[in-house]
């Protein structure tokens, strides 16, 4: 997967922009405040129709009022699709090859993408959804018919809560269980397969690329694994009456890590937990490849924050090996080995050119 043409209007300081992008590494070159964030923030909304730091578009927009649009060409083994996302000032609108998709998953679908920038850490020491996050596009990208199974598993859920909150009898709140135990244990069931294939992969890489070893994942279900979910509803039921939602269930998972048996936030250095978000995510990119026979985008942003020489090296090496298209940015001053042949922008002002 490629993606070939980047079309954007109206994003933050960028002029209205037309770009051509190779497969393989391309590099954004540019001083602070130039708008190589923008760019890759544009392509994150191209796949995901949100951004990675506004919570909302109308920040994204140029002068934030109006509306953006970035749009795309993808191409694939079978074929070209072209995708596009257009937002702001109220409600965002998403197409695919020429017609409105259906919701975020129709660009994820096309346009399946892993993103390191300065917060990747965050990845290791923020909250469980983050990790979870991280576990669900894995499934949702090998196995497809796990996003219809966890769109049941949350309406189900909610439907539960909300007879939970509004103080209704066993008799109502619990009529929902048999759904959310057979739904939510196909949920756990497809985490666990993914983590199966992905775990080895994320110890090889966090060993072999950034020598970190001892890494061990582990998922937690989202309630005690000696019991079964319906087990666990319903010891659990006293507690989810007083108080108004579901405690035991996948949207509790967590995904853990450890390094020599330690959590891996409290063992391993901030410089440490971004080389470990990036063996994750480089593993899962490896994954994806070999179930799907093509690649997925890396936005790699801002290469250079807390890693040292040897390991920014070895990151852009791994990224090299697996062969992926990556959108790297960088500021000028040669901190950051640049391969022969790759392609590379220079940003100035919001103005972007290619100059090799
Ligand atoms: N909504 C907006 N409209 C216009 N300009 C904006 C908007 N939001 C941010 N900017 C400006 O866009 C510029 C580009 O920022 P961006 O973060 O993309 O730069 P960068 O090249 O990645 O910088 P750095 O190397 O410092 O991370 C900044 O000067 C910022 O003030």
Redesign the pocket.
């Known amino acids: 997967m490629d993606l070939r043409r980047l079309v954007l209007r109206s994003v ?2 960028l002029a209205d922009l037309d770009l051509a992008l190779e497969p393989g590494v391309n590099w954004l070159i ?9 760019v890759l ?1 544009a392509v994150h909304i191209l796949g995901l129709a949100r951004s990675f730091r506004a919570r909302s578009l109308r ?6 009022s109006g509306r953006l649009t970035v749009y795309g060409e993808v191409h694939w083994r079978n074929g070209e699709h072209r995708i596009g996302v257009e937002g702001g000032e109220g409600v965002s609108r998403l197409r695919r090859d020429g017609a409105d998709a259906d919701g975020i998953a129709e660009l994820a679908d096309c346009l399946p993408l892993q993103l390191l920038n300065p917060d990747s850490h965050r990845l290791i020491e923020g909250p469980p959804p983050e990790r979870r996050a991280l576990v669900d596009w894995g499934v949702f990208h090998v196995e497809p018919d796990f996003l219809r199974t966890w769109r049941r598993y949350r309406r189900v859920l909610e439907q539960r809560n909300a007879a939970l909150r509004q103080g209704s009898g066993p008799a109502v709140a619990r009529a929902w269980d048999q759904d959310l135990v057979a739904l939510g244990e196909a949920v756990d069931a497809a985490r666990r397969r993914y983590l199966d294939d992905l775990a080895p992969r994320a110890v090889a890489m966090a060993e072999e690329h950034f020598g970190l070893a001892g890494l061990d994942l582990h998922l937690q279900a989202g309630w005690a694994r000696e019991r079964s979910l319906a087990e666990a509803l319903e010891a659990g039921w006293e507690g989810d009456r007083r108080q108004g939602h579901t405690g035991a269930g996948p949207h509790r998972a967590e995904l853990a890590l450890r390094i020599g048996g330690i959590p891996a936030a409290e063992r391993v250095s901030r410089g440490q937990q971004k080389l470990l978000a990036a063996a994750l995510r480089l593993a899962q990119l490896a994954l994806f490849g070999e179930r799907l026979g093509e690649g997925a985008l890396l936005l790699l942003d ?1 290469l250079p924050a807390e890693l040292d020489e040897e390991h920014r090296g070895r990151l852009l090496d791994a990224v090299r090996e697996l062969g992926i298209q990556a959108l790297v ?1 960088a ?1 000028e001053g040669g901190l950051v080995p640049r391969g022969e042949g790759e392609a590379q922008f220079r ?1 100035e002002h ?1 103005k972007v050119r290619r100059v090799v």
């Open positions: 933050r300081n540019g001083a602070n405040a130039s708008g190589k964030t923008s923030e920040r994204v927009v140029e002068g934030g801002d940015t500021t940003v919001g």
